[in-house]
């Protein structure tokens, strides 16, 4: 979805900052995510954060994660690598979390529409930009069974897209424009796997989904009343 908007739309967007807007933290207001027992989806220490950072650079540049090459780089032996990171799974998980963010925000940036179709047109935008990004083909094609491990698990990069979508639902329902008829930690999982499974459905097996498919799905559990009343006047 586009984010050209006409002259007075314009005017509006300036009144309303939309999702464009910085966003609070979400585990401060909803205890689901910080206390559900979902995997930390961020560096322990600045120790890890370190090595991280170092994958990240690797990762961008297209280059296989090698962790004997990455303690070289770091000027650590592989051992205290380990003891930093845990394994090389969890750092992928890291560094894929960290991309997802970096993907899901600068999406973010550009969406100026509010509430329901804001949230939707964010995540067809987020969708699309991951799909697109040429590391995360890269990297698909490299481990293609280590990527669908990772992506489809509750590891970091779930509880990461799912934390990001959380905050964006709380801000609008703070905001009076979306009122969630679940949790928000509950329906921004339930989003965040229905995404994965139209996104990476030709990693498993089946045909290539089409994403507005996706997103009309994510319509009706954002706001299941309107769906009802177009299927009444459809019906």
Request: aromatic share 4%.
């Amino acid at each position: 979805m586009s984010a050209a908007q006409t002259a007075p739309a314009r005017s509006r967007a300036a009144k309303t900052p939309g999702l464009a807007a910085k966003t609070p933290g979400l585990a401060a207001k909803t205890p689901g995510l910080a206390e559900g027992g979902l995997e930390d989806d961020r560096p322990r220490n600045t120790a890890e954060a370190e090595v991280v950072k170092a994958a990240v650079r690797r990762y961008t540049r297209g280059e296989a994660i090698d962790m004997s090459d990455l303690a070289v780089e770091l000027g650590v032996g592989r051992a205290t690598l380990y003891r930093r990171v845990g394994n090389r799974d969890r750092l992928l998980g890291l560094v894929l979390a960290d991309r997802t963010e970096y993907s899901f925000r600068r999406a973010q940036r550009d969406i100026r529409e509010t509430g329901v179709p804001g949230i939707v047109a964010l995540l067809n935008r987020f969708m699309t930009d991951v799909l697109d990004a040429e590391p995360l083909k890269i990297f698909v094609q490299r481990e293609p069974l280590l990527f669908i491990r990772l992506a489809t698990s509750m590891g970091p990069i779930e509880t990461r897209s799912a934390r990001l979508l959380g905050e964006v639902m709380a801000t609008e329902q703070a905001a009076g424009r979306f009122t969630p008829w679940l949790p928000i930690p509950v329906l921004a999982e339930a989003i965040v796997r229905l995404g994965d499974a139209f996104m990476y459905a030709h990693l498993l097996g089946g045909p290539r989904r089409d994403l507005r498919t996706s997103l009309d799905v994510t319509s009706l559990l954002l706001d299941p009343a309107a769906a009802r009343e177009a299927a009444a006047r459809v019906g």
